[in-house]
């Protein structure tokens, strides 16, 4: 069986979807995705897709859809050729050695092994993964078209629809009190019928945090995602320690490695860790981390990139596996893009998105919609994210 398992051939391409709105961050607002898709071929002639996606360019962190494509077309896939695709930590433990980091890159690559062997197997991906254990999870919204009026609108027509009643506000780009009494707004229009988190991606110092937190709490708050840089891991216990217990705070790019997750642990200095396939590096590493945060009496979270259906499936087939407490997920990307690259959706009802079943990760990739999004195909630059006049980037430059 395993030579059958032989990988044969891995390509890879950048896709350009726009996003139904701008989506605003922290760190500037982004009107298009740009994930990285990645094909997998196997000598029984089986294929796997996999996805990486970063959100406006290197915004988020270090990687970029050009880093992950060069990653993967000069270094993981020609380290690939011809391996076993089912022994998942070999593979893993063969792209470390060619290539430090690109847990982005690593973690598409893996996917799309991961979807081959499954589908080879004809069996769905969670099971190669530890079995699953939920069927479901209730699925967050983010809110992030900067303009509370416009918010309240759209998480307005979110109930009425039974697709979402935790919803996600973006914070950090506006100075902290504008963002307080925007969340204030949204919290009393929306009380009692929905909860509320934020995310700050890393906006704040740890003063800041320490002085505003409070405010958001009182308002409703119950998750506080990433206040401070991701270095800054004191403060993350600081604050951790002294939030009021209405409250949770979560950890999103301070956890990436294990070892990132264990030292969290060990610092106390997060109730809740934010799981992304992509930043630890693929699906068997999610588990790695998601290990640490059970042992560790962590919570988790299933999050987002905010990738098309593919990368979102891949995802709910390794959060289906996980035990430990869970606050639900945030795996709406498709909701986001003006269209999807697969022909049948994961169902979102009922306030709750259902895990698909395989073969792989049960959605099936349209290979022209492929085509029709292709960076190349398309004569496309790069993605950047939109500074805009609320940034302090591009405050900093006007002063
Ligand atoms: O969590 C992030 O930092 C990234 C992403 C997830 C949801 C969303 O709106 O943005
Ligand atoms: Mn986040």
């Not at 069986?1 to 896709?15: D, G, P, T």
């Not at 996999?50 to 988020?60: D, F, H, M, V």
């Not at 022909?343 to 029709?372: A, Q, W």
């Amino acid at each position: 069986m395993s030579s059958m398992m032989k990988i044969e051939r891995i390509q890879a391409r950048i896709l350009d979807i726009p996003t139904i709105r701008p989506h605003k961050f922290s760190f500037g607002a982004i009107s298009r995705q740009s994930p990285v898709i990645v094909q997998l071929w196997l000598r029984n002639g089986a294929t796997g897709f996999g996805e990486a996606a970063t959100i406006g360019g290197p915004s988020w962190n270090e990687e970029s859809p050009e880093s992950i494509l060069h990653a993967i077309e000069s270094y993981l896939g020609p380290a690939l050729a011809g391996q076993d695709a089912s022994r998942f930590e070999a593979l893993l433990q063969r792209m470390d050695a060619v290539c430090k980091g690109n847990h982005f890159a690593k973690g598409a690559v893996e996917m799309a092994a991961v979807d081959a062997v499954s589908r080879t197997l004809g069996v769905p991906a969670w099971s190669l993964l530890g079995g699953k254990v939920r069927e479901s999870m209730p699925l967050a919204w983010t809110l992030a078209s900067g303009d509370s009026a416009k918010d309240i609108e759209e998480a307005e027509a979110m109930l009425a629809a039974r697709r979402h009643r935790v919803f996600k506000l973006k914070i950090g780009a506006r100075a902290a009190a504008d963002d307080i009494a925007h969340v204030g707004r949204i919290a009393r229009a929306l009380a009692g019928r929905a909860s509320l988190t934020v995310d700050i991606n890393q906006a704040w110092d740890g003063n800041t945090a320490r002085r505003h937190l409070p405010a958001l709490v009182a308002s409703g708050v119950t998750l506080i995602e990433q206040p401070v840089a991701r270095w800054n891991v004191e403060a993350l216990r600081a604050l951790t320690a002294a939030l009021p217990t209405d409250a949770l705070l979560m950890a999103d790019e301070t956890v990436c490695s294990p070892q990132d997750a264990l030292q969290l642990a060990q610092q106390r200095a997060c109730h809740v860790f934010s799981l992304k396939v992509a930043k630890h590096g693929g699906l068997v590493r999610t588990r790695a981390v998601a290990a640490i945060a059970e042992a560790a009496d962590i919570g988790w979270y299933g999050g987002t990139m905010l990738e098309t259906s593919l990368g979102s499936a891949a995802s709910a087939h390794v959060f289906a596996t996980l035990a430990g407490r869970d606050h639900g997920c945030e795996l709406f990307g498709p909701q986001l893009l003006v269209d999807d690259i697969v022909s049948t959706p994961m169902t979102l009802r009922d306030f709750e998105l259902h895990f698909p079943d395989g073969p792989g990760f049960g959605v099936d990739v349209v290979p022209e919609r492929l085509d029709r999004f292709d960076r190349a195909r398309q004569g496309l630059q790069a993605v950047h994210v939109d500074l805009g006049r609320n940034s302090k980037a591009a405050t900093a430059v006007k002063d």
